[in-house]
């Protein structure tokens, strides 16, 4: 599964690192994280680390394979 995550405002390159297995897109006012997502396990990993960050998830979801 292939899912993209929407955080609230610019994630610097070190917060970036955080999230090694997903690729990422700075834009204006938020970052894109995206990439393959191996089970729903993982995907609620994702989420809790983007909440001990204090980032602020905007969207969430699962893109086409």
């Known amino acids: 599964m292939r899912y993209e995550i ?3 405002g610019q994630m610097t ?5 955080a ?3 997903l690729d990422h ?3 204006a006012d938020q970052t894109v994280l995206f990439g393959a997502v191996v089970d ?6 994702l989420l809790a680390r983007c909440q001990s960050l204090g980032l602020r998830v905007l969207e969430m979801r699962q893109m086409p394979e």
Do not use: I, M, Q
Request: proline share 5%; glycine share 4%.
């Open 6 to 8: 929407r955080v609230d």
């Open 13 to 17: 390159e070190t917060l970036a690192k």
């Open 19 to 21: 999230f090694p297995e």
């Open 25 to 27: 897109v700075v834009l």
């Open 40 to 45: 729903e396990a993982h995907l609620y990993g």
